[in-house]
Structure formats: structure tokens, C-alpha cells
């Protein structure tokens, strides 16, 4: 049986950065249109928290009970390596969703913006189709496509949303940075698992592109978020803050572009998580200084 701490990692603390940063970049751009409410920031950190665990235990329940993760490195896989019950880690996601719905549900109901529950719907369903499912989308290359348009726009322009009402061209641009810095984050992490990915037919976009076309995958998303950092600064001009952020991912970029591969790849891993994490705070507090200063 699983250890508390062994379940703690099995929900892979180390990608929860990815459900912050959306949250307080949002929250800031709140701010700058004068109408920012810390609450419904709070509901919505909840829901992308609880939202990014469910993802996490689907994830190891699916690839466990399909072999993937037999021989892997990196986070505990509590299905994979016998340390947890298929059933018990398929209701712990389940209990993660629902409390991510429930959490959704106050907030749009508080913000009475009804129509957003078709979101928190397909949200949900696209965590678990990830890799569950007769055709999981994950084993398809489609991952980064999920991740860019649930822990990048829905995550960050919802946030807004539901605290103005509307949003700005610089708040639809941190998002698109936002995204692009989480789906930086999971290349790194499917360069990673190329070798054991192909090897049981999980045809990631890494293993489609090779481990080359990977690389400057990953260096491409670094350029989308400085371009839409800049963008956004063109009228919220302390969000260049975010500049810093794509910076601090340049150590895991040397990495993986001088040919790091394999275990040695994690460090880059957490390097792009600490970053994305980096980013979402510098462009909310760019667009806190924009709403001090204006």
C-alpha cells in the first residue's frame, strides 16, 4: 500500500507550478483593469490546482493499467510500480475532478457567468481523454494542443473573466505566453520519455519529431512567450517583467539543446516548471505595477 508521501509524489507536486502561473497572471490583469476580487482568484487557483492533480493521478492510472509505465524515470508512477491499486488512483482522480467542479461551480455562479460551465465540462473531459479512453489524445501528440488551451488560455483568460467580465488584447497575450511556457514543460518532459514512449507505441509529439525537431520545439515556445510578453507590453508596459521569466528557462534550454537526454533531462524538467511558474508571477505583477502606476 502507498505511503501518504508516496502519494503526494504520485500527484507530481512539481507540476503544480503549471496551475499557478495561469491563476496570478490572470488575477494581475484583473488588476490592471481595475476590477480584480481576490476571492474568485482564489476559487480559481483551487480549480486549476485540483484540475492539474486529477490529470496527474488520470495519467498514472491509464498509463498504468496500459504497461507505459513499466520501465520510466523520473516521478513516482503508483499504478506502474505496484505501489497503488488501478481502482484507488482512478477514484483519486475522480475525487480531485469533482472537487476542481465543485470549486468551479461557486466561482461561476459568484461571477454569474453560467455559460462558463461548459468550459469546466470539457475541461474535465480533456484531462481525462488525455490518456484515458479507447483513444487517448496524449498518445496522439495532441498533449501540448491540451495544455496550451486549458493551462494557457482557458486557465488565464477564465481567471479574468470571471473577476471583469471581459478581457483585454494584453491579457489574450499573456495567455498565449502562459501556455507556451506550460507546454514548454511537458516538451521537456516527453523529450524525456522518447526512448520508453516509442517503445510501447505512445506517439507523443516529441517521438513524432524526433528528438531534434524537439529541441527547437522547445526554443520555438520560449520565443512565442517572449513575443507575447513584449505585445502585451506594448500597452501594459510592466509586463516586460515577463521577460525574466522566459530567462530563467534558459539554463534548461542549454540543456536540452547541447544534447541532455534521458535522467539527466530532469533537471531541465524542474528548471522549465520553476520558469512557467516565474513567468505567471512576473506578468501578474507587471500588470499589478500597471494598475499602481495608472
Request: charged share 10%; hydrophobic share 55%.
Amino acid at each position: 500500500m502507498a505511503t501518504l508521501n508516496q502519494w503526494v509524489q504520485g500527484a507530481r507536486p512539481r507540476t503544480l507550478p503549471l496551475a499557478v502561473a495561469p491563476v496570478v497572471a490572470g488575477t494581475g490583469a484583473a488588476y490592471a483593469l481595475r476590477h480584480a476580487n481576490p476571492a474568485y482568484a482564489v476559487l480559481a487557483l483551487l480549480v486549476a490546482v485540483s484540475l492539474q492533480i486529477g490529470v496527474n493521478y488520470a495519467n498514472d492510472y491509464s498509463d498504468g493499467i496500459r504497461g507505459t509505465d513499466d520501465e520510466r524515470v523520473g516521478p513516482v508512477r503508483l499504478v506502474g510500480q505496484r505501489l497503488a491499486t488501478a481502482g484507488n488512483v482512478k477514484l483519486a482522480a475522480f475525487m480531485a475532478f469533482g472537487f476542481a467542479a465543485l470549486c468551479g461551480l461557486a466561482l461561476v455562479a459568484l461571477a454569474n457567468q453560467f455559460w462558463l460551465l461548459l468550459i469546466g465540462v470539457l475541461a474535465i473531459v480533456a484531462a481525462w481523454k488525455y490518456t484515458g479512453g479507447k483513444h487517448p489524445y496524449g498518445y496522439l501528440g495532441l498533449g501540448e494542443l491540451f495544455v496550451f488551451v486549458f493551462f494557457g488560455l482557458v486557465a488565464t483568460l477564465g481567471t479574468t473573466y470571471t473577476q471583469v467580465g471581459h478581457v483585454e488584447s494584453a491579457t489574450w497575450a499573456a495567455a498565449v505566453g502562459v501556455g507556451a511556457m506550460a507546454c514548454a514543460v511537458l516538451v521537456a518532459n516527453n523529450l524525456r520519455d522518447i526512448p520508453g514512449d516509442r517503445e510501447v507505441g505512445k506517439r507523443t509529439l516529441a517521438v513524432r519529431m524526433g528528438e531534434h525537431g524537439t529541441a527547437i520545439f522547445y526554443v520555438f515556445l520560449l520565443c512565442v512567450a517572449l513575443a507575447a510578453t513584449i505585445f502585451a507590453a506594448h500597452t501594459r508596459t510592466w509586463t516586460l517583467l515577463g521577460i525574466l521569466g522566459v530567462g530563467a528557462a534558459v539554463p534548461s534550454m542549454l540543456l536540452i539543446v547541447r544534447g541532455t537526454r534521458g535522467r539527466a533531462l530532469i533537471p531541465a524538467i524542474a528548471g522549465t516548471s520553476l520558469a512557467a511558474l516565474g513567468y505567471g508571477v512576473l506578468l501578474g505583477l507587471g500588470f499589478y505595477l500597471d494598475y499602481l502606476v495608472g
